[in-house]
């Protein structure tokens, strides 16, 4: 064995070890994560195509919305589960109340249904 080969299979054999072990570290944190899911309806109580959903990440304050389809349904996945956040719907300068995920919540898979039932108020 020459000596450079003594340097580099160490080397090959510790990296191909620390590999599997970093996918089960992202499969683990990946299990972690959580799921906010729902359906936006109108005052009636009927599914609302075309409502906008914001969610907001109260640690960034970084917002990201989702479009409701004809379904009225929403869902923001991969959400980090040491975060609290802040969700609404609105169309048509109609708004929901605003709801709170937080973070002592431990589910996994959050259901909120969003009514949207008042004018949203003037800036």
Same mark, same amino acid.
């Given at each position: 064995? *020459?000596?450079?080969?003594? %340097?580099?299979?160490? @080397?090959?054999?510790?990296?191909?070890?620390?590999?599997?072990?970093?996918?089960?570290?992202?499969?683990?944190?990946?299990?972690?994560?959580?799921?906010?899911? $729902?359906? /936006?309806?109108?005052?009636?109580?009927?599914?609302?195509?075309?409502? @906008?959903?914001?969610?907001? !990440?109260?640690?960034?304050?970084?917002? *990201?919305?989702?479009?409701? $389809?004809?379904?009225?349904?929403?869902?923001?996945? $991969?959400?980090?589960? !040491?975060?609290?956040?802040? %969700?609404?719907?609105?169309?048509? $300068? %109609?708004?929901? @109340?605003?709801?709170?995920?937080?973070?002592?919540?431990?589910?996994?898979? %959050? /259901?909120?249904?969003?009514?949207?039932?008042?004018?949203?108020?003037?800036?």
């Amino acid at each position: 064995m *020459t000596p450079v080969s003594r %340097i580099v299979w160490p @080397i090959l054999l510790a990296a191909l070890a620390f590999f599997p072990g970093a996918s089960a570290q992202d499969k683990k944190h990946e299990a972690q994560l959580r799921a906010v899911h $729902g359906t /936006v309806l109108d005052k009636s109580e009927n599914p609302l195509s075309g409502g @906008i959903v914001f969610l907001k !990440n109260m640690r960034t304050k970084g917002v *990201t919305t989702h479009i409701t $389809g004809e379904d009225g349904n929403y869902r923001f996945s $991969g959400l980090d589960p !040491n975060v609290d956040y802040e %969700i609404h719907a609105e169309k048509e $300068g %109609i708004t929901s @109340i605003t709801k709170t995920v937080s973070s002592f919540d431990s589910r996994k898979d %959050i /259901v909120l249904s969003l009514k949207l039932d008042r004018k949203r108020p003037e800036k």
